[in-house]
Structures are given as structure tokens and as C-alpha cells.
């Protein structure tokens, strides 16, 4: 998990520095290529790798978590496609300026399939602030056998795993 949490920050520090830095492009093209490749290693050895091991073994406990994690792993594939394409285009420039454009496009896309999860996220912290709020609140005005029940009931893994993204 931590390394497919580093390697994809890593990756989208790369693409964002791709994708905002037209000026790059234009006056470097050669880092810009070097920081290409580097992304698209990120992306193949570590980051898709462990999505697809994420997708595969983290949400396998309900129906609605083996749509969940099947959804995941077709964006997954969708993504390595678009960056495999992304780069075929961009290495055979076979409309000059279109294949650059088109290329752009096919990254930006790949780009957008990896952060699929990202709204999860923020649900998740929210609910596990919400859950330790009631917690401390609870604890001072019920007894601990109450406070318990009520923490076990209220997991925030029960809550993240029913998130429908």
C-alpha cells in the first residue's frame, strides 16, 4: 500500500509538471520526454501493479465490493491502455502536430482513470472524523460499555467499504 501511495504521488507530480508546464514542452523537449518516460515507468512498474492488486483483493467481502473492485481494475486497464496508446502516438508522429495533440488527450485521460479513487478519499476522512467526534462526545456523557458498542457498530472500515467509488 505504501508503495503504490508513493509511487503515484510521485507519478501525478510528473504529470503535473507534463501537463501544466507548456512552457517545457516548448523549451526542453528532450526533459520533457526524459520526465515522460520516468512517469510511464512509475505508472507500469509500480503504481499499476499495485492498483490492480488493490482492485483485485480489497473489496472482495460484498457484491456491491466485487462491482466496486471490477470498476476499478476496467479503469485500471483503460488507463495502461491510453498511456501505451499515448506513447505509441507520440513516438510515430504519424499526423505531425494531430499525433502531439492526440497524445496530450490520451495522457490526460489515462491521467484522469488513475485518480478514480481520489473521491473516496475524502469521504473516508470525513467519516473517520465524523466516527471519532461521536466517539469523544459519546464517551463523556454515556458509560464505556455504550461508548464500545457504539465504536464497533460504527467502523469506519463498515462505512468506507459501503462508499459506492
Do not use: K
Not at 501537463?19 to 520526465?35: D, F, T
Not at 473517520?128 to 472500515?157: D, K, N, Q, T, Y
Amino acid at each position: 500500500m505504501r508503495v503504490h501511495v508513493a509511487s503515484a504521488t510521485c507519478m501525478w507530480l510528473l504529470g503535473g509538471v507534463q501537463m501544466c508546464g507548456g512552457w517545457l514542452r516548448r523549451e526542453h523537449p528532450a526533459l520533457h520526454r526524459v520526465m515522460g518516460y520516468c512517469f510511464l515507468l512509475c505508472w507500469a512498474l509500480f503504481v499499476g501493479p499495485t492498483a490492480c492488486y488493490l482492485s483485485l483483493l480489497v473489496r472482495g467481502d460484498s457484491l456491491f465490493g466485487t462491482l466496486s473492485s471490477l470498476t476499478l481494475l476496467d479503469v485500471t486497464f483503460l488507463s495502461y491502455y491510453c498511456f501505451f496508446r499515448a506513447w505509441r502516438v507520440a513516438r510515430l508522429r504519424s499526423q505531425g502536430a494531430r499525433s502531439l495533440q492526440l497524445h496530450g488527450n490520451l495522457m490526460g485521460l489515462g491521467c484522469l482513470g488513475t485518480m478514480s479513487q481520489l473521491p473516496q478519499r475524502f469521504f473516508q476522512v470525513h467519516f473517520v472524523a465524523l466516527r471519532w467526534i461521536c466517539v469523544r462526545l459519546l464517551g463523556l456523557v454515556s458509560p464505556p460499555h455504550a461508548v464500545e458498542v457504539f465504536a464497533r457498530w460504527v467502523s469506519h472500515e463498515a462505512l468506507t467499504a459501503t462508499l459506492p467509488f
